[in-house]
C-alpha cells in the first residue's frame, strides 16, 4: 500500500513540476532563437562603436553596456525586477545618433499594434491611478488644512512630489508613443 503511495505522490509532483515549468516558458517572450534581419553602426557623440546594434522580429536592438560606456554613464542591472538603469553624472538628455538616424524616441521602430498597445497601458493602466492617487493626496491635504492650525505635511508633499514626478514621466512616455505613431503614419 505504501508504495502505491510512493508512486502516486510521485507522479503528482512530477506533474506539477512539468506544468509549472511549461506555465513560466509561456511567460518568458525571450529573443533566443529568433532571426537577426539587419546589422548596422552605433555612433554616439560622433564616435563609432565596436558593438554592432542589430535587428530582431523587426524591433532594433542597440548593445547597452557600450552606449552606457560610450556616454559616461554607470549601468545597473537588477535581475529581480528584470531592470536596467543607466545614469550618468548630468541630468541632461543626450541624442545618441544610430546609423545616420537620431534614436531620442526608443519606440520609434515599434509595430502600430505594440505602440497602441502601449499608448493605451499608459493612458488607462498608469497614468489614469496615478492622477486619481495625486488628486487624493491633494484631497488629505487639503482635510488635514481644515483640521489643524499647522498640521506636518511633509509626508503628504512627499507623495505629492512623487505623483508629479511620476505623472511628468508617464506624460512624456505617452508623448513619445504617440509621436512613435504619428511617425508610422506618414
Known amino acids: 500500500m505504501k508504495k502505491w503511495g510512493y508512486l502516486l505522490s510521485g507522479v503528482v509532483i512530477g506533474a506539477m513540476l512539468m506544468t509549472s515549468g511549461s506555465a513560466l516558458a509561456a511567460q518568458v517572450k525571450s529573443l533566443v532563437g529568433q532571426k537577426v534581419t539587419g546589422e548596422y553602426t552605433v555612433i554616439i557623440n560622433g564616435k563609432e562603436l565596436s558593438d554592432k546594434g542589430s535587428v530582431i522580429d523587426g524591433k532594433t536592438n542597440a548593445p547597452v553596456r557600450a552606449i552606457s560606456d560610450a556616454i559616461g ?51 488607462n493602466d498608469i497614468l489614469a491611478p496615478t492622477i486619481a492617487g495625486r488628486d487624493k493626496i491633494l484631497s488629505e491635504i487639503e482635510t488635514l488644512k481644515k483640521l489643524w492650525d499647522n498640521p506636518d505635511l511633509t509626508e503628504k508633499n512627499k507623495q505629492l512630489k512623487q505623483y508629479d514626478d511620476d505623472i511628468a514621466k508617464y506624460t512624456e512616455e505617452l508623448r513619445l508613443v504617440e509621436e512613435a505613431l504619428q511617425a508610422l503614419e506618414k
Do not use: F, H
Open 73 to 123: 554613464g554607470k549601468l545597473d542591472v537588477d535581475n529581480k525586477k528584470k531592470v536596467i538603469n543607466i545614469t550618468t553624472e548630468t541630468n541632461e538628455d543626450q541624442d545618441l545618433n544610430v546609423g545616420n538616424e537620431t534614436a531620442s524616441n526608443k519606440y520609434i521602430g515599434d509595430s502600430k499594434a505594440s505602440l497602441e498597445k502601449q499608448r493605451d497601458s499608459l493612458k
